[in-house]
């Protein structure tokens, strides 16, 4: 019986499948398994194979001659090219049960590919099922009642397959995710260490083009090899692979192996090896792990040149060997017994690794680094440990300690252990600690091998027991087990401690022993150059900074400052089925994840860390700092009072709640870096209270009390420029925090009394307030009150701040001070509440949005702040989101965001708009639209829908109809066999929305919205991966691939220094100075602003003296974002941003020439604008501001006409 199939023939197979959608197939016939094809009546053909034939029908006689005509000229030329070659024996192999088949399916992953065949001599003759290519494939386990299962997923479809036991499903799966892995790996080393043409086959048994290598060997080596080689252990050979383990090859590593190459490492590892015991490609495995474990952890077959050396005499010629180039000769002497740490005579250059670095030679650092200087100690002919036996004899302590026994939590009670234990006789020897009963015993009590030791602590305050004062130390091991000593002075403790940490830290952490810390030991990390795997590093607390040096960095040290973290966050994970707590920390845009060898080690190094980077002392450098070196408790006081006291008369003079204040002070003291004031909450008064209280009492004043004098003194200079520049000498003086804390409260001071005519805090009252707060004097003389007002008067000069942050500040207050009052949601004024990838308290930042912002420019901003490194393969975006979380839009990077903002007044509850910063689109996904797009329709498929107001649909339901995305238009037709559309629509004139409104009773929980001037239509899908299809395609489409930055371009940032508002002070914007023709056209906006307030005066009641403010600030507003619009336009033009600007300025018109017909707005009594229960945006406030941005639009199309006519 015949069944219909969709058949295709590329050349090298045919394949047969369900439908042409199908993307794997139902049978494959390889043309090396073709025999024949030959001619059977009733439009049929026959193609023979040795296992069996296949009997194809089609409709027409002519379309079976030509496929009878095109199989047998391929055959003839196989026939004439073929060449024979050698079957590639599989990787894994073996029959598993299929979901949809009944019997048993023979799978065969053979290099990036797994086949599907009926049985074992199928795949042999060459036929098969389908192919599963693993570049496109993921494999994970699969929780069911059968245990052995597992998937392998791709793009359309997964396959689900069952093993005979766990351990075959397990051999499986590792080798499926190794076959991935090779897939996807980078070919770019091995063609470089391909180069030297001996290392194009292994070292061991000469198979083809090998991929991996042993590091400390220097031997390039096939993966049948390097499976033997892991076998011997990372202290004899290192094995990385030379495509999955980019990270590690660095380009002097790289150079090492094309120097010394297969060839020259074999005249040393094989040099007497036989031709009979030579290894061979299909050597067994047993006969491979043999002469592995010979040639190198033997030494078999090493050519012996220093056999008659003494160790002395092997460790001299190798310190004269690495000052020079030949890295062969020193690899020879190290593998023939020569100590890698051996004692060099030079005090300064003390190993071989430092005379090499001192001669310059990098090549034999590097290889001296793989050897010894890294996790992995070096295999050492006559000793199997980690340190060789000169070296770790070289160290000998004994003495008395107090000890504790082990314990297998953390020490919480090492008073109770100590007073239950007596002194031990504790010996520090051969990289061994062990502890007796007293000095005369000969057998110890315990012992601890110090190379196996993760993390020690130091105790800096002693503990006093009956007998006096002892000094602690902990030792901690892999295996939850703790250790406690104790030694009766703190000279003693250093001198156990430091010989400790020598021992288990390596040479190239080296200098983090000669801190003074509280705590060094090895932790896992990631940070934002290595987040895709953990590696080790080497950590060490001193006072409050976090010393480190990472694996990457080849040795160098860096620190975090713990008081300056941005975010100090603990979490947890699940890693291999166990749930692992890590600790985030953020300083400065570096951000470090961290955690432990175990959960006891990890809690001292949280504890520890908690610790220093928590307020510690009354002193101001001791407390929380942020990464302006301000503390955090200063920054968020002065941002809540510039967000919402600017306005309220006599702000600072005001006294609040003192037990309020006091609970402030407590909760800034216990965290100020996770405490957040928040309005509504906390009181104005309280905050202003909070402010003064800190500075205070803090152990010094913040001017100092040393300098009191001179500040003083500086007032008899009658000379104004005199006098400041006294003033600037001594902030020059001042400690590095008092400074950045002055700057950052003179500049507060400053706004404050530019507002004064509205808070009646001129700097003369701001001075009364504060002189006694800054220089902590009990009374207050008019000196002291004439010196701080001097500073705020003088702020601009002392500071050097430059003109236009001047005048930004202004802009700022104006828009703060005058439109607080209506805002709307999160939106009132330039601040507003953004969130990341959830809308979660903990996700928010309060931003500032600047007139003239683009999506592009938040979200880089956001970014920034959180310190996200979106990978190269993701896209972030902005998305509004609107009706209660129903609906949300992805934001175009050349959106103007303030004006979208400004649209939510017109919803029916625009407080539950919102703004969030997420993922949107991959580099696949853009590459699928391209390739779709070259084949005419991008997106195409049936999709329900429901329209208002009802014209092309009969009733009020939701509709099946068959869509097709193409040409900026996407095509309704009623079916899919109509050739005519019922409607389309163009995309550029359509907002489309992710969701559809729970009211419209949609019949899934996917779909999509679509917006035009005068419609609605909600449209459904059968599932979200659908649903984002749809609208990542529609994205792309509206803006015909134009979805990100051109490449080249300079990312966009926020032309605030710092945008972020929640923590840190309000700092002026900066511009570039205006040129002539940039204030002329400003000028005529002006003028136009002008014209605009007089024609909608005749609308208005008389009286009304608020207008001609609020035109005065847009104006400002205006000058700012004209200027922001040239500068822009000056870096980057395109006819494209030509042809977009001039649609949307011809829509704005229209959509201003409308708005100004209903200009009106209700007024009580002092004129200003009343609000609605809902708190909406005052339609006036909105008219101007729309009225801004479209008039914005207008001068840019014009100075772009301008600027094409100049060219």
Same mark, same amino acid.
């Given at each position: 019986m015949f069944q219909k199939r969709w058949v295709k023939f590329d050349g090298l197979s045919i394949s047969y499948y369900n439908n042409?959608?199908?993307?794997?197939?139902?049978?494959?016939?390889?043309?090396?398994?073709?025999?024949?094809?030959?001619?059977?009546?009733?439009?049929?053909?026959?193609?023979?194979?040795?296992?069996?034939?296949?009997?194809?029908?089609?409709?027409?006689?002519?379309?079976?001659?030509?496929?009878?005509?095109?199989?047998?000229?391929?055959?003839?030329?196989?026939?004439?090219?073929?060449?024979?070659?050698?079957?590639?024996?599989?990787?894994?192999?073996?029959?598993?049960?299929?979901?949809?088949?009944?019997?048993?399916?023979?799978?065969?992953?053979?290099?990036?590919?797994?086949?599907?065949?009926?049985?074992?001599?199928?795949?042999?003759?060459?036929?098969?099922?389908?192919?599963?290519?693993?570049?496109?494939?993921?494999?994970?386990?699969?929780?069911?009642?059968?245990?052995?299962?597992?998937?392998?997923?791709t793009p359309y479809r997964s396959f689900s397959f069952t093993a005979e036991s766990e351990k075959e499903k397990q051999e499986w799966i590792e080798a499926v995710q190794q076959s991935i892995a090779e897939t996807l790996s980078d070919y770019e080393v091995a063609e470089k260490i391909w180069f030297n043409e001996s290392n194009r086959s292994c070292a061991d048994c000469k198979a083809p083009n090998p991929d991996w290598a042993s590091i400390n060997l220097c031997v390039v080596i096939c993966k049948k090899c390097a499976g033997q080689h892991r076998s011997l252990g990372p202290k004899d050979s290192k094995v990385r692979s030379l495509k999955m383990d980019a990270s590690i090859w660095s380009n002097e590593l790289i150079e090492l192996f094309i120097v010394i190459g297969n060839k020259r490492a074999n005249d040393f590892w094989a040099g007497s090896l036989q031709k009979d015991e030579e290894l061979h490609v299909d050597s067994p495995v047993e006969k491979r792990k043999n002469f592995i474990t010979q040639k190198y952890k033997e030494g078999r077959f090493r050519k012996t040149l220093w056999a008659s050396l003494t160790?002395?005499?092997? !460790?001299?010629?190798? =310190?004269? &060997? $690495?000052? @020079?180039?030949?890295?062969?000769?020193?690899?020879?002497?190290?593998?023939?017994?020569?100590?890698?740490?051996?004692?060099?005579?030079?005090?300064?250059?003390?190993?071989?690794?430092?005379?090499?670095?001192?001669?310059?030679?990098?090549?034999?650092?590097?290889?001296?680094?793989?050897?010894?200087?890294?996790?992995?100690?070096?295999?050492?002919?006559?000793?199997?440990?980690?340190?060789?036996?000169?070296?770790?004899?070289?160290?000998?302590?004994?003495?008395?300690?107090?000890?504790?026994?082990?314990?297998?939590?953390?020490?919480?009670?090492?008073?109770?252990?100590?007073?239950?234990?007596?002194?031990?006789?504790?010996?520090?020897?051969?990289?061994?600690?062990?502890?007796?009963?007293?000095?005369?015993?000969?057998?110890?009590?315990?012992?601890?091998?110090? !190379?196996?030791?993760? =993390?020690? &602590? $130091?105790? @800096?305050?002693d503990f006093c027991l009956n007998t006096g004062p002892i000094f602690t130390f902990e030792i901690y091991l892999p295996s939850e087990r703790a250790f406690l000593f104790g030694a009766e002075t703190s000279q003693a403790q250093r001198k156990w401690t430091e010989a400790i940490a020598k021992h288990f830290v390596p040479f190239v952490a080296e200098n983090l022993t000669e801190a003074d810390y509280d705590l060094i030991g090895q932790l896992y990390y990631k940070d934002c150059h290595t987040l895709d795997q953990w590696r080790k590093g080497w950590f060490a607390m001193d006072k409050s900074s976090l010393r480190f040096c990472l694996q990457m960095q080849e040795g160098q040290e860096d620190r975090m400052h713990l008081r300056r973290l941005q975010e100090l966050t603990i979490s947890t994970i699940l890693q291999n089925g166990e749930k692992l707590d890590v600790l985030l920390l953020v300083e400065k845009g570096r951000t470090l994840y961290i955690h432990g060898h175990t959960k006891l080690d990890f809690t001292v190094w949280h504890t520890a860390i908690e610790k220093a980077a928590g307020t510690d002392g009354n002193a101001l450098q001791d407390q929380q700092l942020s990464k302006n070196d301000v503390p955090i408790i200063v920054n968020s006081c002065i941002a809540f009072v510039t967000q919402y006291g600017l306005g309220c008369k006599y702000i600072y003079q005001k006294n609040g709640d003192p037990l309020h204040v006091s609970e402030l002070l407590e909760s800034f003291k216990k965290d100020a870096r996770s405490f957040k004031l928040r309005a509504g909450k906390h009181q104005l008064e309280d905050v202003t209270g909070v402010l003064k209280s800190f500075l205070s009492d803090i152990d010094d004043a913040l001017l100092t009390k040393e300098l009191y004098p001179y500040w003083i003194s500086a007032l008899d200079t009658q000379d104004d420029k005199e006098r400041i520049q006294k003033y600037g000498a001594f902030i020059r003086t001042l400690p590095g925090v008092n400074r950045a804390t002055l700057a950052a409260i003179i500049e507060h001071l400053y706004r404050v009394q530019k507002c004064s005519e509205i808070n009646h805090m001129n700097a003369h009252n701001l001075a009364l307030a504060f002189s006694s707060c800054l220089f902590q004097t009990k009374g207050q003389t008019s000196e002291e009150v004439n010196v701080i007002e001097d500073l705020i008067n003088n702020y601009v000069e002392i500071f050097e701040v430059k003109e236009d942050q001047v005048k930004q500040m202004d802009?700022?207050?104006?828009?703060?001070?005058?439109?607080?009052?209506?805002?709307?949601?999160?939106?009132?004024?330039?601040?507003?509440?953004?969130?990341?990838?959830?809308?979660?308290?903990?996700?928010?930042?309060?931003?500032?949005?600047?007139?003239?912002?683009?999506?592009?420019?938040?979200?880089?901003?956001?970014?920034?702040?959180?310190?996200?490194?979106?990978?190269?393969?993701?896209?972030?975006?902005?998305?509004?989101?609107?009706?209660?979380?129903?609906?949300?839009?992805?934001?175009?990077?050349?959106?103007?965001?303030?004006?979208?903002?400004?649209?939510?007044?017109?919803?029916?509850?625009?407080?539950?708009?919102?703004?969030?910063?997420?993922?949107?689109?991959?580099?696949?996904?853009?590459?699928?639209?391209?390739?779709?797009?070259?084949?005419?329709?991008?997106?195409?498929?049936?999709?329900k829908i429901k329209e208002e107001p009802s014209k092309i649909l009969s009733g009020n339901k939701f509709q099946d109809r068959y869509f097709v995305l193409r040409d900026g238009y996407l095509f309704l037709y009623k079916d899919m066999k109509s050739s005519k559309p019922d409607k389309m629509f163009p995309l550029s004139s359509m907002k489309f929305y992710l969701g559809v409104k729970k009211k419209m009773k949609p019949p899934t929980s996917w779909g999509l919205t679509a917006y035009s001037e005068k419609h609605l239509w909600h449209l459904c899908c059968d599932s979200s991966q659908t649903q984002m299809e749809w609208m990542a395609n529609v994205f792309i489409a509206q803006h015909e691939n134009d979805i990100w930055p051109p490449a080249g371009k300079e990312r966009k940032r926020s032309i605030t220094k710092t945008p972020k508002i929640g923590g840190l002070p309000l700092i002026p914007i900066q511009h570039e100075k205006n040129a002539t023709q940039d204030w002329r056209d400003i000028e005529s906006a002006k003028a136009e602003l002008e014209r605009l307030r007089l024609s909608a005066k005749r609308d208005q009641e008389p009286g009304d003296g608020t207008l001609k403010e609020r035109a005065s600030i847009v104006s400002q507003c205006l000058e700012h974002k004209d200027e922001k619009l040239r500068n822009r336009t000056r870096k980057h033009w395109s006819f494209n941003c030509l042809e977009d600007t001039e649609a949307e300025v011809l829509q704005g018109q229209q959509k201003g020439q409308k708005g100004l017909k209903t200009l009106r707005k209700t007024e009580d009594r002092n004129g200003k604008a009343t609000l609605d229960s809902n708190n909406k945006l005052s339609p006036k406030v909105i008219e101007e501001l729309n009225v801004v941005l479209q008039r914005s639009r207008t001068l840019s199309k014009e100075l772009q006409a301008e600027q094409m006519v100049q060219k």
């Open positions: 042409d959608k199908e993307k794997y197939s139902k049978g494959i016939i390889p043309l090396s398994a073709i025999s024949t094809v030959r001619v059977q009546g009733d439009n049929k053909f026959e193609v023979v194979t040795t296992q069996r034939t296949f009997v194809f029908r089609v409709e027409k006689e002519e379309e079976r001659n030509d496929w009878i005509s095109v199989l047998l000229n391929a055959l003839k030329l196989q026939a004439l090219s073929s060449q024979s070659q050698g079957a590639v024996a599989p990787e894994k192999c073996g029959y598993l049960e299929l979901r949809g088949y009944k019997a048993k399916i023979f799978t065969v992953l053979s290099g990036n590919s797994v086949w599907l065949c009926k049985n074992e001599q199928d795949f042999k003759s060459g036929l098969g099922i389908t192919i599963i290519p693993m570049n496109v494939a993921n494999v994970k386990q699969v929780d069911r009642t059968v245990k052995q299962s597992f998937e392998i997923i160790k002395e005499e092997l !460790n001299k010629a190798l =310190c004269a &060997a $690495v000052v @020079k180039p030949d890295v062969l000769e020193t690899m020879a002497l190290l593998f023939s017994g020569a100590d890698v740490m051996c004692a060099t005579g030079d005090p300064e250059h003390s190993t071989p690794y430092l005379l090499a670095k001192k001669a310059g030679q990098s090549l034999q650092m590097e290889f001296l680094y793989h050897n010894k200087f890294s996790d992995f100690p070096q295999h050492d002919i006559h000793s199997e440990g980690g340190l060789s036996q000169e070296s770790s004899q070289s160290t000998f302590l004994c003495d008395f300690l107090y000890q504790a026994p082990a314990a297998a939590s953390k020490l919480s009670s090492e008073k109770k252990l100590l007073e239950e234990t007596n002194k031990k006789w504790c010996v520090l020897e051969g990289g061994f600690l062990s502890y007796y009963e007293n000095d005369k015993s000969t057998t110890p009590n315990g012992t601890i091998n110090i !190379n196996e030791v993760i =993390c020690l &602590a $130091v105790h @800096k305050e802009i700022e207050n104006s828009f703060i001070t005058k439109w607080k009052d209506t805002q709307v949601s999160q939106a009132g004024d330039l601040l507003i509440e953004v969130y990341v990838e959830r809308k979660e308290a903990d996700c928010s930042i309060i931003i500032r949005i600047s007139p003239v912002m683009e999506a592009e420019e938040l979200t880089n901003d956001i970014l920034a702040i959180k310190n996200i490194i979106p990978t190269k393969d993701d896209i972030w975006a902005t998305f509004e989101v609107i009706e209660n979380e129903e609906l949300e839009r992805p934001l175009h990077y050349t959106e103007n965001v303030l004006e979208q903002v400004l649209r939510w007044s017109s919803l029916a509850e625009p407080g539950s708009a919102y703004l969030v910063v997420k993922r949107f689109l991959t580099i696949d996904t853009v590459r699928h639209y391209n390739e779709r797009k070259a084949l005419e329709s991008i997106k195409e498929g049936v999709l």
